[in-house]
């Protein structure tokens, strides 16, 4: 009859095997041509994906000679409640994460004659390049991202619009 691991040797073994599992990760990882990165720049990961999607950036200077001449359309991709607490002066609401339920705004934005400037968040939000890619796949070809978002336009002490207005 086999005699019945103690608990200190049932937790050796299991913390081994614990080991044994991370080592393997680390190895697989190390040499995968795919390999995940031990450490990365978040603020910049939306910027690099925006580039390699070959999506025009607007910076600052751009968006402030935009809301001077009004010559873009400026869509707020972060929730429905950041939206309602502060936006850029005449941006319509578009949650990225939430799109299903504003099908008119999809329209407007689709039909509009200004070209549609997306922002969130900030460089580490990839809302509005996720919608910028998604409005491109539904035929709308002009669109760019301002990846300084409501961060950066808060920062300057920029003007905004809704509960919190400055």
């Given amino acids: 009859m086999s005699k019945k691991?103690?608990?200190?040797?049932?937790?050796?073994?299991?913390?081994?095997?614990?080991?044994?599992?991370a080592l393997l990760a680390v190895v697989v990882n190390l040499i995968?041509?795919?390999?995940?990165?031990?450490?990365?720049?978040?603020?910049?990961?939306?910027?690099?994906?925006?580039?390699?999607?070959?999506?025009?950036?607007?910076?600052?200077?751009?968006?402030?000679?935009?809301?001077?001449?009004?010559?873009?359309?400026?869509?707020?991709?972060?929730?429905?409640?950041?939206?309602?607490?502060?936006?850029?002066?005449?941006?319509?609401?578009?949650?990225?994460?939430?799109?299903?339920?504003?099908p008119a705004v999809v329209v407007q934005v689709l039909a509009s004659d200004k070209p549609p400037v997306l922002y969130c968040t900030g460089p580490e939000c990839d809302d509005s390049l996720l919608l910028a890619v998604h409005l491109r796949k539904l035929g709308r070809k002009d669109v760019s991202v301002f990846i300084g978002g409501m961060n950066l336009w808060q920062s300057e002490l920029l003007s905004t619009e809704g509960e919190a207005v400055q």
């Fill in 32 to 102: 995968h041509p795919k390999r995940i990165p031990w450490v990365e720049n978040w603020g910049s990961r939306a910027e690099a994906q925006a580039v390699a999607e070959q999506m025009p950036l607007v910076q600052l200077s751009d968006m402030l000679n935009f809301l001077r001449d009004g010559s873009r359309l400026f869509v707020d991709a972060r929730p429905a409640e950041e939206y309602a607490r502060a936006h850029l002066p005449g941006a319509v609401s578009l949650p990225f994460q939430t799109l299903e339920k504003y």
């Fill in 5 to 21: 691991p103690t608990a200190g040797e049932t937790a050796r073994r299991v913390l081994w095997l614990i080991l044994a599992a």
